[in-house]
């Protein structure tokens, strides 16, 4: 019998042609690669024996599992199936306690140097590490088990990046984030609370199919997904050029959809695919649904001002200045006046994106800094 | 002689369980529940804006995500007295729907089945007999000897490969599975078809909370305006895709779950007499048909039964300072006035002190503190929370959805009403739960639609959002039922900053250790003569600790752990 391919598993899974070409599409544009990177992807995903994967869980919430199982494309159960072998992971598999511990260690054995680790949590340093034990050790002798024989690291989730909602201050139990930790091994940020789920699914197909790692900006994030402001791919961004904004929530303004920078969207500081990918299969984003960016994917975002409070001045925007004059002279400008003003934005925005692109810089401090 | 077994990590739960247990003559004789991991959000959200403690609380957990951010906003809403519109309270209850949809099914399937069902047994099914197996129970349509006999041969080869993956080590070919080969083969379709399926209901959050898990919500109502001539808002099309949703959601749940639930349960039936605890059930109530402020509207009634006796259910009173209350003696926190003595939430202390065996270690000291959750108790009685006592709370309150679901259900199993009370009962109660919530988030949808209809499209009330407008000092409670039982939260409010902020979760309830007389809480006591054929594969654990659906993450979520006394604050306040 012959084995059929990824697409026609696809098909027969009942997706539709375009459910698999926005798949393969988001992976030709992970590698830079035109539309024929779609019969590579799909010969490597039927050929290759499953990548053996070990998935550790320290201070967290498991939103990040939660948001893995709803990958859209690829579906988790194909993932799960023909592509990796998750060989521990304490929210799915079916073996508990020496069973459980005794899988992993087969695995860190059998597969050493081969399998990737991903690691979902922070992982508390306070009083000896005693505020995170599995198995009566500490998460970092865990860790530090785990971490010896794995080809890379995944950081699920902003815990796993930066420490997440237990770092924030007083960050009373040292919760610290992973490669922080763990040197000399590659490792893969992946922030967001949780991170998209196709995102998640994407950064574990690249690592299947092209048996590399994606591309990372300098903080280590892959480019694909991280590399653009979640303000800048907002389809209600004209509306903040025309210096149209929400006033207050559900208001008229709230109706029509007008940006929510002044209910305190941090879109303009957070690095995202939020604004393309969007959230559970396209389905919404947190803008499109009436609530402005949280900036969960930024470090220390819990501590980068209160939620409704406006992101202040943010690189080169000058915005906090004139947020409220650009509403004034919206109120009671003709079309033409307004026309001008977001000509003017978009063309002093375009260059300070590009000049800070051209200097790489993505440090979320740096690009808080005035040039 | 009795022999110390220890299961840690306990899997396909949330968060870091530990299981220690005595089994002495094939039975469990005492068994010690511990929670593992800290992370001590409570001193963190102390000073913040208390309009923002929604996202840090939802980030308790992302497993039964958004409920504890509905009940933070309840919290907030009741300090500062804000009433919100009808039509976020129910897109506030759709979106509760959804989580119980997700969840009930999710924890089934994926966290509790392989307890109950041999994955690899499957294999040896015949997938004809299996097809006529499926069409007698149910009408779901994927049920043709060819879709058995397809999956079968890629497990077949999954398992040839090798690499056995989240299947490594199970207890495959454990004597106590019971379930005929077609059966398990069933079983693990429905599992692949439920985590396919599960993507698509929580589409539901998304669109009124912009995302899933921890979608977004706000004080004084929801930010996902009523837009109808706007492509942004809550338009037709984005009604029509949760009406559709909520339809599959339902129809999932009465062609596959319930049906499965039944088959599989039949097999069991000796579990309706094992695992049953204390036999206390609490409810604090929820999904307001009219307002969360009218109770008399909840569709899952609040009360507590006491010892099993269904013909009186008393009322629960979570402001008063001698109901709820938590203790910490066997936990890893001191108490300033000693570790004795309860306390009720508001003035609610702690001080994280972990003084268990130095890692690593093979066993806890049970005798002293042993965990990182505490121990609350109503009027001093130890209480189970979850589906369980909504179900049998709804039943005994006469409510006729919860009648005919639960002796329906009684009737298609027979077994009398005292099953319930056992590991079997909780199982089966979630999945009842279920199909009752799956009704009601159409229900709650169809209303909504008849608001909009009559011309009332609000969806906030902003009046009291501006911190300019509140009381110097405020307390407030708020409180929901989350997948996993009775949930409340606590706030002090201080010169609009967060003074005390304080939450008691289901699991909570139910993992704690002992408390200051020695009562044991659910786990514990459920365990307690569970039978044990092989304490090196004790499966039997894993179906009486899954039956609870536990979710740590929440149970240990706070606590200040910094030494100087937290600030008492007075219940009338001062």
Redesign the interface.
């Known amino acids: 019998m012959q084995q059929p391919t990824y697409y026609e598993e696809v098909l027969r899974k009942g997706y539709s042609r375009r459910d698999f070409l926005k798949f393969a599409t988001m992976m030709a544009a992970f590698m830079g690669l035109e539309g024929t990177a779609i019969g590579q992807v799909a010969k490597a995903l039927e050929t290759r024996r499953r990548l053996p994967v070990i998935w550790l869980h320290f201070q967290e919430c498991t939103c990040c599992s939660e948001s893995f199982i709803r990958s859209s494309h690829p579906i988790v159960a194909d993932i799960l199936l023909d592509q990796i072998s998750l060989d521990y992971t304490e929210t799915l598999m079916a073996a508990s306690g020496f069973q459980a511990e005794a899988a992993m260690r087969d695995t860190i054995k059998r597969y050493n140097g081969e399998y990737i680790l991903c690691v979902e949590g922070s992982v508390p340093m306070e009083a000896d590490g005693v505020y995170c034990m599995i198995g009566g050790k500490t998460a970092m002798q865990v860790l530090e088990e785990a971490a010896e024989g794995a080809k890379a690291i995944i950081a699920w989730g902003s815990c796993a990046c930066s420490g997440c909602v237990q770092a924030a201050k007083p960050n009373p139990t040292s919760a610290t984030p992973i490669h922080k930790l763990v040197k000399g091994k590659p490792i893969i940020k992946v922030p967001g609370c949780p991170p998209i789920g196709e995102v998640m699914a994407g950064v574990i197909v690249h690592l299947v199919t092209f048996d590399r790692i994606p591309e990372l900006d300098n903080l280590g994030r892959p480019k694909a997904f991280y590399s653009k402001r979640v303000h800048d791919t907002c389809y209600r961004r004209p509306f903040y050029d025309a210096g149209l904004y929400v006033e207050s929530f559900d208001d008229e303004n709230a109706k029509k959809g007008y940006c929510l920078y002044k209910m305190g969207c941090k879109g303009p500081v957070t690095y995202n695919a939020c604004g393309v990918t969007k959230w559970n299969g396209g389905t919404s984003f947190p803008i499109q649904s009436g609530h402005g960016c949280i900036g969960c994917s930024e470090e220390n975002y819990w501590d980068n001002g209160r939620l409704y409070e406006r992101a202040s001045s943010f690189a080169g925007f000058g915005i906090e200045s004139t947020a409220d004059k650009i509403g004034a002279i919206a109120l009671g400008a003709t079309t033409a006046a307004l026309l001008g003003h977001a000509v003017m934005t978009n063309v002093r925005k375009h260059k300070m994106i590009y000049d800070l692109e051209e200097e790489g810089r993505a440090d979320e401090q740096q690009l808080n800094a005035e040039p | 002689m009795s022999k110390r077994i ?11 369980l ?1 299981i220690e247990a005595e089994i002495s003559d094939g039975r469990i004789k005492d068994a010690y529940s511990s929670g ?6 409570e ?2 959200l102390r000073g ?2 208390p ?2 403690a929604w ?2 609380v939802g ?5 039964c ?1 958004s409920i504890h951010s509905l009940t933070s906003v309840r919290t907030v809403e009741d300090a500062l007295g804000i009433v919100i519109p009808p039509n976020a309270e129910l897109v506030r209850n759709i979106m509760d729907c959804a989580l119980f949809m997700h969840d009930h099914v999710v924890h089934f399937y ?1 966290l509790h089945a ?1 307890d109950w069902v041999d ?1 690899v047994n499957a294999l040896k099914a015949d997938p004809k007999k299996t097809s006529e197996i499926a069409q007698s129970i149910s009408h779901w349509p994927k049920s043709s000897p060819g879709y058995f006999s397809d999956l079968q041969a ?1 497990i077949k080869k ?1 398992v040839d ?1 090798g ?9 495959w070919g454990h004597p106590a599975y019971k379930l005929p080969a077609e059966i398990n083969l069933i079983g693990l379709a429905h599992y ?1 078809e439920a ?2 399926w ?2 698509e209901i ?2 539901v959050q ?11 919500y ?1 004080v ?8 109808l001539d ?4 809550i338009n037709a099309e984005r009604l029509a ?1 949760v009406e559709q949703l909520l339809h599959e959601g339902k129809t999932f749940i009465e062609q596959v779950y319930l049906p499965d639930l039944k088959a599989i349960a039949s097999y069991y039936k000796d579990w309706g007499a094992i695992g049953g605890g204390l036999g206390n059930y609490m409810v604090y109530g929820d999904l307001p048909f009219n307002g969360y402020r009218d109770p008399a509207s909840y569709k899952f009634p609040s009360g507590v039964i006491l010892n099993k006796d269904l013909s009186k259910v008393l009322d629960v009173d979570l402001r008063k300072d001698d109901e709820v209350q938590e203790f910490v003696t066997h936990s890893w926190y001191d108490y300033a006035e000693g570790d004795q003595k309860g306390l009720h939430p508001w003035v609610g202390e702690s001080k ?1 002190r ?1 003084t ?1 065996p ?5 066993f806890l000291d049970t005798e002293q503190k042993y965990s ?1 959750i505490k121990t609350p108790r109503w009027k001093g009685h130890a209480m189970e929370v979850g589906p369980l006592a909504r179900v049998l709370v709804g039943y005994a309150r006469g409510r006729e959805e919860y009648k005919e679901a639960v002796d329906g259900l009684l009737k298609d199993l027979d077994v009398p009403v005292t099953a319930l009370f056992s590991t079997l009962g909780r199982t089966a109660a979630r999945g009842l739960e279920a199909s009752l919530v799956s009704r009601w988030g159409l229900d709650f949808y169809y209303q909504l639609i008849s608001n909009i209809k009559s011309g009332d ?4 009330n ?1 009046e009291k ?1 501006n911190p300019d407008t509140w009381p110097a000092k405020a307390l407030g409670v708020g409180h929901a039922e989350a997948p996993r039982g009775a949930l409340a939260h606590w706030i002090n409010i201080d010169s609009g900053r967060i003074a005390n902020y304080q939450l008691v979760v289901p699991t909570t309830w139910n993992a704690s250790p002992r408390d200051a007389s020695g009562q044991l809480s659910a786990y514990e006591s459920a365990l307690i003569g569970t039978p044990v054929i092989d304490e090196n ?2 499966l039997e654990i ?1 179906r009486t600790v899954h039956s609870f659906d536990p979710c740590l ?1 929440c149970a240990v979520h706070l606590y ?3 030494g100087s006394p937290i600030s008492r604050i007075s219940v009338v306040g001062d």
């Open positions: 220890v299961v840690d990590p306990v899997t396909r739960i949330e968060g870091h530990r593992t991991m800290v992370r001590l959000l001193e963190i913040r804006d309009r923002d996202a840090f980030r308790v957990c992302g497993v995500t994926h392989m994955v890629r999954f490969s690499q056995l993956g989240i299947f490594s080590n199970g207890y692949l985590l396919e599960q993507k929580v589409k998304a669109i009124f909370g912009g995302k899933n898990p921890h979608p977004n706000l004084g109502g929801m930010a996902c305006s009523i837009g706007d492509v942004s808002g895709l994280v972990y268990g130095k890692p690593p270690f093979q990182y499209t609000r969806m906030a902003m959002f594969q004790p894993l993450a200040d752990e910094q």
